[in-house]
């Protein structure tokens, strides 16, 4: 089975640029997680969608920052404009209702900001 | 609110000695409690998870963990480390709500 894919693995673009990054949960999971993981912070919660809606948005950092998930299969995070200290790995996660909270995590987005 | 804490921020442990990585967690019911592994440049990975009934749980590579509910404790331990195992381990909280709270992570470097 396919684990959750994100897109792209890389991305470096420069300050005041559009960034979005593209997670693709697994299939049958109702719930999924953005993630953001630095040096300085750690593991942090962004957002999380629960069948589609989203269901606390406490995380996101500033209004520069957006998710959406628009199906069941898709979410994307943007962040426009971006700023250097964006630069982060950036992680999705999903979980099904009935599994106990365990979440299930992509390999990452690393974002560079220049 | 739920939270972990994970003490130790660095382990140095020679191949094929035991390690253990602590982890306290605060939760005021019975927590799901889980340990994840990152490899560098990689996403987490489960290792293990605690539920309920047994409070000694196996997981993937050799690991275990043990709960114990009167010290707030979830413990992993390995009995011989591999070269392999040098990754940042993070040990996880959740309840009945949606969330995990994720301790710091350790990081353990295996020498030769």
């Given amino acids: 089975d396919a684990g959750v894919i994100q897109s792209p693995r890389h991305e470096v673009t420069e300050m005041g640029q559009e960034v979005t990054l593209r997670c693709k949960p697994i299939s049958g999971h109702n719930s999924l997680f953005w993630y953001r993981q630095t040096m300085m912070r750690g593991l942090e919660l962004l957002i999380y969608f629960n069948n589609n809606v989203p269901i606390d948005d406490s995380g996101m950092p500033e209004d520069r920052f957006s998710a959406k998930m628009p199906n069941a299969s898709f979410s994307t995070l943007k962040i426009q404009p971006s700023e250097p200290r964006d630069s982060a790995v950036y992680f999705c996660a999903s979980s099904s209702s009935g599994g106990y909270n365990e979440q299930f995590f992509g390999p990452g987005t690393r974002l560079t900001v220049l | 609110a739920q939270s972990v804490t994970q003490p130790d921020i660095h382990i140095t442990v020679s191949e094929g000695a035991s390690l253990e990585l602590r982890c306290n967690y605060s939760y005021g019911a019975t ?42 404790s979830f413990n992993l331990r390995k009995p011989s480390v591999h070269w392999s195992d040098a990754a940042e381990y993070f040990c996880a909280v959740g309840g009945s709500d949606y969330k995990l709270s994720f301790g710091a992570g350790t990081t353990v470097t295996v020498r030769a």
Avoid: C, H, M, N
Wanted: hydrophobic letters at 35%; charged letters at 15%; proline letters at 5%.
């Fill in chain 2, 31 to 72: 927590p799901y409690l889980f340990w994840y592994v990152q490899s560098p440049g990689q996403g987490l990975q489960l290792l293990l998870k605690y539920f309920s009934g047994d409070t000694l749980v196996q997981g993937i590579k050799g690991f275990e963990a043990e709960f114990k509910r009167s010290q707030s």
